[in-house]
């Protein structure tokens, strides 16, 4: 199994940016597709992003394409969420996530192995 440990986040300016990151440990990295999900309160975990396992595809939710970017090092395994011109609609706990199943990636069970999460909370 894989080990996820997210960092990064925190509070922000309504227009500013944010990077959060999530660090793999244990199997090989590479062969997990991974995504982000958020969860804003009394709201359910919501599909923010996704990429493959060879970081060729990636796929976003239609309230962040244009300013949200996912990658991913699968050398330093590690991938990443880069939040820009953020609102304070994007305010949520924000977790990463790991698969090594096919299916519909944006679909939160797909997804076994999950990070701790990290507040991003976007003023205005």
């Known amino acids: 199994q894989v080990q996820l440990v997210q960092s990064g986040g925190g509070l922000v300016q309504a227009g500013g940016s944010l990077r959060l990151s999530c660090a793999a440990s244990g199997r090989t990295f590479s062969w997990y597709a991974m995504g982000w999900f958020r969860q804003a309160p009394g709201k359910e975990r919501e599909f923010v992003a996704t990429?493959?396992?060879?970081?060729?595809?990636?796929y976003y939710s239609d309230s962040v394409v244009g300013r949200f970017t996912i990658s991913r090092d699968n050398a330093g395994n590690t991938a990443f969420l880069q939040m820009n011109s953020l609102k304070p609609e994007d305010t949520a706990v924000y977790y990463c996530?790991?698969?090594?199943?096919?299916?519909?990636?944006?679909?939160?069970?797909?997804?076994?192995?999950w990070g701790q999460g990290t507040q991003v909370t976007v003023s205005s």
């Open positions: 996530a790991a698969t090594l199943r096919l299916g519909s990636r944006t679909d939160r069970n797909l997804y076994d192995y």
């Open positions: 990429i493959s396992r060879s970081g060729s595809s990636t």
